[in-house]
């Protein structure tokens, strides 16, 4: 039997840090993945390593190295050739090779055994047992649901009321997927999104990465308990509802039922792991980007009122209706502007099964990559000006899922992304008909990259009644933020 020639990794990147060697530019990536990859990007080119000469991956401590990619043509390939890109279906801390899994590893594994991560046939297969729920009738039934807990939040809001936006943002996107995913009748559970939203934060942290022992004082130890915590929550509520007939309009009734054409079902590990995706992803990304394109829309006093000005001559103060949405063309354009400059998910990552080439580069089988939407939306040959937040670029023109990459593209394309949209253009159009939130100048807007990108310090506004003064707290902005979008240094 012929033995495959052993391909070495030869893609340029920066040389392995002194004494730490390729961990350390993996550590460095690990503060801050945007300021990085520009780095390198700007030195290497669209493709580049993280570190020349490979010697480290996030699924073998000495697999054949890191790519990092950007560009519409490199995230078609990687994300559509399931052939030779797939998704990692198990990386450390959660599966070392060669050595068995620690005893309290297994709560933390099903939780991440959903459609977001496996590959071929079964992904095909959770995705058919998924579409019912995702149905765009299905997703557009939660209107009223999303209507009643935005006025809830925006009764409680009150004139000089000062508020961190990002916060009140978490918890209306977490009440929203709660009562989506579990339904009116489960109640209490409020908690488990704060579990959730610091379980994110935590997977990749390099003491978990690098320390995965499960020790009392170590970050991996309390990530064990937070997610037996969780695990034994989701089937709690999984068992409830089986009890009751688990014949409700929620999302998990809807799994717990769905068959397949030859009459499978899923299990109840794939239920828990899919329930964890659809609440992570529905929580914290929605969460994100509103909370980026209300700091926008306060630095952009035009674009407020232009918009406002489209949703008064259609809905005059009244939450829109689902056809009347398609009647406000600025509000879709806000958001997906919002999400081209500050996409949630900034980047996606994908490991070669087999030798290829991806920008004239050899790789070997292992090679893991790094796909960066951010710098795929901030490129200026797709977008002119591209740090300038423009909602007016969107109108009358269309960009392939490649050029505009928010909910990724190909197989693992996010099936909850109309639903994100609904949710997001709703409640955005709701805030702004009642308030305006106002910046407070001087405060620091600094983006945090983790499982998403969000932001530090919760963005503390003012709340204001809708009295149109939108020149008021337009800049003063301080903070890496403005790394990333084109601000005003003053009012105007």
């Not at 009890?243 to 039922?257: C, H, K, Y």
């Not at 070669?352 to 939407?373: C, F, K, M, N, R």
Request: aromatic share 8%; glycine share 8%; charged share 20%.
């Amino acid at each position: 039997m012929a033995i495959s020639p052993v391909i070495p990794f030869t893609v340029p990147g920066p040389r392995p840090m002194p004494v730490v060697g390729p961990i350390g530019n993996f550590l460095q990536f690990g503060l801050d993945p945007i300021n990085f990859m520009g780095r390198v990007f700007k030195k290497y080119g669209p493709v580049a390593a993280m570190a020349e000469g490979g010697g480290f991956t996030f699924t073998q401590r000495k697999g054949p190295g890191i790519i990092l990619a950007y560009g519409p043509e490199l995230l078609k390939t990687l994300e559509t050739d399931q052939d030779t890109w797939q998704r990692p279906e198990s990386v450390p801390p959660f599966f070392e090779p060669d050595k068995p899994p620690l005893p309290r590893v297994k709560p933390l594994s099903e939780l991440v055994n959903s459609i977001q991560v496996v590959n071929g046939e079964r992904h095909l297969r959770h995705r058919r047992l998924l579409a019912p729920a995702f149905h765009k009738k299905h997703i557009e039934s939660f209107h009223a649901d999303m209507v009643d807990l935005t006025q809830q939040m925006l009764a409680r809001w009150r004139p000089s009321e000062r508020i961190l936006a990002h916060q009140e943002m978490m918890k209306l996107t977490l009440n929203v997927v709660t009562r989506t995913l579990f339904g009116k009748d489960v109640v209490g559970v409020e908690h488990l999104g704060e579990i959730i939203h610091e379980m994110l934060t935590l997977f990749l942290t390099p003491d978990v990465i690098f320390l995965p022992r499960d020790w009392p004082g170590l970050t991996f130890h309390r990530l064990l308990n937070m997610g037996e915590q969780l695990n034994a929550a989701m089937r709690e509520i999984i068992e409830r509802k089986k009890a009751a007939g688990a014949d409700g309009n929620d999302v998990v009734s809807m799994l717990l039922n769905a068959r397949d054409a030859d009459g499978s079902a899923f299990t109840e590990q794939e239920v828990i792991g899919n329930t964890f995706t659809i609440f992570a992803a529905g929580h914290e990304t929605s969460a994100n980007a509103l909370t980026w394109a209300l700091f926008l829309l306060s630095q952009h006093p035009r674009m407020a009122a232009d918009l406002l000005t489209e949703l008064d001559d259609l809905v005059q103060g009244t939450p829109p209706t689902l056809q009347e949405m398609n009647g406000v063309p600025l509000l879709e354009a806000t958001i997906k502007e919002t999400l081209r400059l500050m996409p949630p998910a900034p980047f996606s990552i994908r490991i070669a099964v087999q030798p290829t080439e991806l920008g004239g580069y050899q790789l070997p089988a292992g090679t893991e990559a790094i796909l960066s939407i951010y710098h795929t939306h901030h490129m200026a040959d797709l977008y002119e000006q591209p740090e300038v937040f423009n909602p007016y670029r969107w109108i009358g023109i269309e960009r392939n899922t490649f050029e505009f990459n928010p909910f990724l593209a190909g197989p693992h394309m996010c099936i909850g992304g109309p639903f994100a949209m609904l949710e997001m253009k709703l409640v955005l159009a709701m805030i702004l008909q009642r308030h305006r939130l106002e910046f407070i100048p001087e405060t620091r807007v600094d983006r945090f990259v983790g499982g998403t990108m969000s932001l530090k310090g919760g963005l503390p506004m003012l709340v204001q009644k809708q009295d149109r003064q939108f020149e008021q707290g337009v800049g003063g902005v301080r903070g890496n933020v403005r790394e990333m979008v084109t601000l005003p240094n003053g009012k105007g």
